[in-house]
């Protein structure tokens, strides 16, 4: 796998280990953040139901003083009614509209809520409509129990939202159970100032069954009092919810048992063959009396409430907090990754695949120079700078190797030439004859040689000193070069003795170019470098080869013969061997 690709894919396994891990916990902590939005949206839902359980509560009152007046009742306490019922109303919507935001609470629970209340309410008008000499004690007695069976389906949807609450914020269950039993609490202390509404406004003694009730109710408050005051958690004991319970305590406890226990006194006191009684207040300022001492419950429950919410906007800031250090985190961490892994490929991984090509390119004999030499301090800097010390050194051995080759070159050609003439030697022209003789062998062709030598020349060389006679073959040598066709090989034989081998031909032609070799020394005027003007022949010897069995050293010496001859015979001059 090549090493981009490779780089490329451990970049992908390694974000997407990341991206996993960061989203795994990301997503924990979104969950939880979720959670403890639901749950305070849920503690929001305690309260409201809390509020409808209490004003449920509150509207029994004018509700028994409708059925209890004439008919029709007073304009006061009908306005009384309407004032609670709004009251109700208004908590009602606030419930439903919450509902309405996705809650826990199921829609259905506070549908039968709804349906009951329509149903207690229309009893309620049917008895009040009624003349009170036709309102049976049954169905006053129904009436109320319909209203009493009101706020337990209030306390219903209390319990679904306090259990959703519970579930985003396990540490504040004690304290919502205990607004929960304050709720409670008041609606039984609701019911025991009730149990005495009737007997005070019919000015008889309580029958044992409201006896018999109010020392249940007694009982169920003092427990639930003492619920309340349990100590669970620091929570419990915060000071406003201690102030709170205390005040419950004085004013409640103390001083709204005292007034029952008044009217309680005044029944056991009467005489014990009438039912008639005297009591020193009426219904209303009993509940003038009464009511106000049990505002300090709902403080309890609000207190209680108010700590509950505290404790989860705790809970949620704590939960929004780690939400986004997870998502802070996570992008660091991905910030991290993704910049160590830009530093890994511009400082290592690219520098490298320069250096490969750079390497292959070397290899190839591509000596093109880096486009920057590489100042880094690190082992990829003394890589790439090996890397141009290695292409230098390549450079220099290529150099070397070109001069070595251009040396042998010229040293062949030395080998082959003539050092003062520059025509081919006598053993370049070995070389070359033999290879041309073999030609003529394979294609049964003739082949001459034409062996000629300067006449006098010692005289030269006498008269006019060494180098005139250098001078002399030199030019000698360009004359019959010139005079010569491509094809035709001249070479110095030795000392002023030249051969010529014309290509493939006969005796006379051979014959005719020598002729014309000779003519053309002799007519040649010599200029020598001291300005003398000298004139020379040549004798000229021809032999030609021809067959299977032709060689160069009897073709040599035929025209050796044959020069001879003209040299005897006079000198400038053409013979042919015989
Ligand atoms: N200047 C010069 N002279 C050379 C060279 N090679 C041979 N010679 C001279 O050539 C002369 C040859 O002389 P000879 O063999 O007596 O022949 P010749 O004087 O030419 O007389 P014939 O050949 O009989 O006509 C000698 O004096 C050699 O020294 C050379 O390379 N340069």
């Known amino acids: 796998m090549r090493l981009t690709r490779l780089f490329t894919l451990i970049s992908a396994i390694l974000a997407l280990l990341v991206c996993g891990v960061q989203g795994r916990s990301l997503w924990a902590e979104w969950r939880q953040y979720q959670a403890a939005e639901q749950g305070l949206q849920a503690l929001q839902l305690v309260s409201a139901s809390m509020r409808v359980a209490e004003k449920l509560s509150v509207e029994r009152g004018p509700s028994n003083a409708v059925m209890g007046d004439g008919h029709p009742a007073a304009p006061a306490k009908q306005e009384r009614l309407r004032t609670a019922r709004n009251d109700t109303n208004a908590v009602l919507r606030q419930l439903q509209q919450q509902l309405s935001h996705g809650n826990t609470v199921p829609a259905h629970q ?5 349906l009951a209340l329509r149903e207690a309410r229309r009893n309620v008008d049917q008895l009040a409509a009624q003349p009170p000499s036709s309102r049976t004690p049954a169905q006053l007695d129904a009436a109320v129990e319909r209203m009493y069976a009101l706020v337990p389906l209030a306390l219903d949807a209390v319990t679904e939202a306090t259990r959703a609450s519970e579930q985003a914020y396990p540490r504040i269950t004690r304290v919502l159970v205990k607004a929960r039993l304050a709720v409670e609490l008041r609606e039984y202390a609701g019911r025991l100032g ?23 109710l007694r009982g169920r408050l003092e427990q639930l009092r003492q619920l309340i005051k349990m100590a669970n958690n620091d929570a419990d004991q915060a000071v406003h919810i201690q102030a709170a319970v205390a005040r419950m305590d004085s004013d409640y406890f103390e001083a709204g048992q005292r007034i029952i226990s008044e009217v309680e006194q005044a029944s056991s006191n009467g005489p014990r063959d009438s039912m008639a009684r005297h009591y020193s207040m009426d219904t209303a300022q009993f509940a003038q009396r009464y009511v106000p001492t049990m505002t300090p419950i709902l403080a309890v429950r609000d207190a209680l409430l108010q700590e509950a919410e505290h404790q989860a906007q705790a809970e949620f800031a704590r939960a929004r907090h780690e939400l986004s250090w997870a998502m802070l985190n996570g992008a660091a961490i991905l910030l991290v990754l993704v910049t160590l892994l830009v530093i890994v490929r511009v400082r290592v991984v690219a520098p490298l695949l320069r250096a490969t090509r750079a390497v292959v390119r070397l290899g190839n004999g591509d ?26 050194n390549s450079m220099e051995r290529q150099r070397l190797e070109q001069e070595r080759a251009r040396l042998i070159e010229e040293l062949k050609i030395r080998a082959d030439t003539d050092y003062l003439t520059g025509i081919l030697n006598r053993r370049a022209f070995a070389t070359a004859g033999n290879l041309r003789l073999r030609g003529a062998r394979e294609k049964d062709e003739s082949l001459a040689v034409i062996l000629f030598d300067i006449d006098h020349f010692k005289s030269v060389n006498d008269c006019y000193g060494h180098d005139a006679g250098d001078q002399v073959l030199i030019r000698i040598a360009e004359v019959v070069r010139s005079t010569l066709r491509d094809g035709e090989i001249l070479a110095r034989y030795g000392g002023e003795e030249f051969v010529v081998m014309p290509s493939f031909c006969g005796l006379e032609a051979a014959r005719a170019l020598a002729e014309r070799l000779r003519v053309a020394i002799e007519q040649e005027p010599l200029t020598l470098s001291d300005g003398y003007i000298l004139r020379v022949t040549a004798s000229f010897g021809v032999a030609v080869a021809h067959g299977p069995h032709a060689a160069l050293d009897d073709l040599f010496h035929s025209a050796d013969l044959a020069l001879y001859r003209a040299k005897s015979q006079g000198r400038n001059r053409v013979e042919a061997q015989l």
């Open 367 to 392: 000596y093109t120079p880096p486009s920057r030499i590489s100042r880094r301090r690190d082992e990829i800097g003394d890589m790439l700078r090996a890397l141009a010390t290695l292409r230098e």
């Open 110 to 114: 506070l549908a039968g809520l709804e």
């Open 194 to 216: 009730s149990t005495l509404t009737a007997p005070l406004a019919t000015a008889q003694a309580l029958g044992s069954a409201q006896q018999q009730r109010l020392q249940f």
